[in-house]
């Protein structure tokens, strides 16, 4: 990255006109190209360029934003989201891989394991600046340098004092020129520690704009190279939030010798607007988490700031990243994973809806052209595909879509009947599954009941504790009905829901890998009832053709080994299905 090389003249110019610009007639594609807005021209967000993250550099007559992720220290300071150090290491590694600027992997003076966290990222790194933060304070300087040494050339220390009137009056009890004095001089000590030094005035937006414009230019003089506007309480407006970095960058004599950062809390919900605000107006690098987690309600969502430029090129003309967003949904699913911190449905970019339609109107839209309503693709986040949900807003089209991806042949003239009966069966269940229509085909069309795998009785029993030991093993008994018949058989296995996987394994005639489980809860309360969503490698016994046939299944419960039973039986009924190995019996039997 060429600023890191020393040189001046990191920023343009203030442009004329800084303000927000009215609606642009013409949208952007993501691939540089602007077009008008109209249906013949429309182009969606598509996959990322090719090569790596980590290889790319900022083409000619364009300007890199910098991605700061400070999920590892803001982000980890979310209540409940804390890391143990190989989970650090993880999340590290693949912030390497989406391609991110700069990591702040914690705040070493804070304890003996942040402090070992902190080293151990910067030891694993290759490519990121690794950086720790320090309050302007000689023992933090010093502990934060140490903790980063191992990233050489690329560490970096971010030291952070408040400026506030509000903050020097009741947290530091100092005056104005106290806080300048301590600010230059915690930045010329750690200079002579490290090179790379990034300073942040705390609650900047809320800071008289006079004095911290005196602030910023002290620190510059005394060395830093990245000096942070951080918006610590979420309080700063969007226009206003502009103002501020203009201002900034008219009346510091030597701006032009650092990178202006931005540094934005969601207590408004407007932690990106500002940060985009901010870099339409000079700022160079954005400080943000993966999935906004971080303080109270987090800080500017990485994967919503990087597309929102991304895709509006219209209004961040000649901005790049360097981030490979085909790793955006892969990321926020590992954060989510290890921190607990679920993101709601409707999240942008990665949410489980965010390329989800189920209203009949949009679903039709969505089949004719997927531009009508995706102003990018799912495969340019890393999401496998869009999702059409089937439920009680669904229409024909929708229905005939999904149909036809299960190679289920249905006549016009059977739809219409096969549609009514869908929609009775909607108006009774939240969504329909694969399953559900295949029942639906054979009971409305055919006129034969599908006599599908049913779980009949299920019983658990699984040890645990100190005196278990580690060897100790769960069972399942499971009795399972498939027409009229009833078959019973148990299973050992390393815990409750593989035991029962074994033990369906065993009557169904399969053998299956469960390579993906996720859970979530539908309801609240005491009673509150847990989806189950499983992805399974499912094969035959004695069949050595292949790998087997990757499905999924789901299963609804109040209790979660009852819903993982359901859903992987949900998943051996879709698997013998296509086998054709389900029996079949008169609807009026």
């Not at 900047?204 to 005196?214: D, G, I, K």
């Not at 987090?298 to 597309?307: F, H, Q, R, T, Y």
């Not at 089949?367 to 890393?382: D, F, Q, R, W």
């Not at 409305?444 to 795998?453: L, T, Y």
Request: hydrophobic residues 40%.
């Amino acid at each position: 990255m060429e600023h890191y090389s020393g040189e001046t003249g990191l920023l343009p110019a203030p442009p004329d006109a800084l303000s927000i610009k009215p609606f642009s007639k013409h949208m952007a594609d993501g691939r540089g190209r602007t077009y008008p807005m109209n249906p013949s021209d429309t182009t969606r967000v598509a996959e990322p360029r090719a090569g790596s993250a980590s290889q790319m550099t900022t083409p000619a007559g364009t300007e890199r934003v910098l991605i700061f992720d400070t999920t590892l220290r803001d982000g980890e300071q979310s209540p409940g989201a804390s890391m143990n150090l190989a989970e650090k290491l993880e999340v590290a590694r693949t912030l390497e891989a989406l391609g991110v600027d700069i990591i702040e992997a914690g705040f070493p003076i804070a304890s003996p394991d942040d402090f070992a966290a902190v080293k151990a990222v910067a030891e694993q790194s290759t490519r990121a600046r690794i950086c720790g933060l320090a309050r302007a304070l000689k023992g933090d300087i010093d502990r934060a340098a140490e903790a980063v040494k191992p990233a050489g050339s690329r560490a970096r220390v971010h030291i952070f004092l408040a400026t506030s009137a509000i903050h020097r009056q009741f947290k530091l009890n100092k005056v104005k020129e106290e806080i300048l004095k301590q600010a230059r001089e915690a930045v010329a000590y750690a200079k002579t520690l490290i090179d790379d030094i990034e300073f942040s005035p705390e609650d900047a937006s809320r800071t008289e704009p006079e004095f911290l414009a005196e602030v910023v230019q002290a620190v510059i003089e005394a060395g830093a190279r990245t000096v942070n506007i951080p918006d610590t309480v979420g309080y700063a407006y969007p226009n206003d939030y502009a103002d501020l970095i203009t201002y900034l960058r008219a009346n510091v004599k030597n701006i032009d010798q650092a990178v202006i950062s931005v540094h934005c809390h969601n207590d408004l919900g407007l932690a990106v607007a500002n940060s985009l605000a901010a870099v339409r107006a000079g700022a160079r690098q954005v400080e943000c988490t993966i999935n906004g987690i971080g303080e109270r309600a987090g800080n500017c969502s990485l994967e919503e700031v990087v597309m929102a430029m991304r895709v509006r090129k219209d209004m961040f003309k000649n901005i790049v990243t360097g981030i490979e967003s085909s790793h955006l949904y892969g990321a926020s699913r590992l954060v989510q994973s290890i921190t607990g911190l679920m993101v709601q449905r409707n999240k942008a970019v990665v949410g489980d809806n965010a390329f989800a339609h189920e209203s009949g109107i949009h679903q039709h839209g969505m089949l004719k052209n997927p531009e009508c309503y995706e102003i990018m693709t799912p495969a340019s986040v890393g999401v496998p595909t869009t999702n059409l949900v089937l439920g009680k807003h669904s229409g024909r089209a929708a229905l005939s879509k999904r149909l036809e991806g299960l190679g289920l042949a249905v006549t016009d003239a059977d739809m219409g009947k096969l549609f009514d009966a869908f929609k009775t069966l909607a108006d009774k269940k939240k969504e329909i599954y694969d399953g559900d229509l295949i029942a639906l085909v054979e009971e409305v069309v055919r006129g034969r009941i599908v006599d599908a795998w049913v779980l009949d009785y299920l019983h658990t029993a699984s040890a645990s504790g100190e005196g278990a030991g580690s060897g100790a093993m769960a069972t399942a008994t499971v009795r399972i009905r498939k027409g009229e018949h009833l078959v019973t058989d148990a299973a050992t296995g390393d815990g409750p829901v593989d035991a029962v996987v074994q033990a369906v394994n065993r009557i169904c005639g399969y053998t299956g890998t469960v390579e993906d489980y996720r859970l979530r809860a539908v309801t609240k309360g005491g009673d509150a009832q847990g989806e189950v969503s499983i992805r399974v490698r499912l094969k035959a016994v004695g069949d050595t053709s292949g790998e087997g046939t990757v499905v999924g299944g789901k299963g609804l419960s109040t209790d979660i080994v009852h819903a993982s039973a359901l859903a992987y039986l949900d998943a051996v009924n879709r698997v013998a299905f296509q086998m054709g190995r389900l029996d079949y019996r008169t609807a009026s039997a």
